[in-house]
């Protein structure tokens, strides 16, 4: 993943973090708009969620937060 989605997905696990604490849980459309403005980043997204890390649809913020500082 690009270095602009890496840091849009912390920012908003640090947020999602900040409101609602620890345990909170997200999936990767958390990371989009509403609408499907860019299909490629979110497939990249999606395939990176998914196939890569073989995540359930909805996993704590924290976690995803860590793998994705690590690979960052």
Do not use: T
């Not at 696990?13 to 849980?25: A, L, P, Q």
């Amino acid at each position: 993943m690009n270095k602009s989605i890496q840091e849009k997905i912390i920012q908003v696990c640090d947020e999602k973090i900040e409101k609602k604490g620890e345990n909170v849980g997200l999936s990767f459309y958390a990371f989009f708009a509403n609408r499907n403005d860019n299909p490629e980043l979110l497939i990249e997204v999606a395939e990176w969620w998914i196939l890569k890390h073989k995540l359930d649809h909805f996993e704590k913020a924290l976690k995803i937060k860590n793998i994705v500082e690590l690979e960052h």
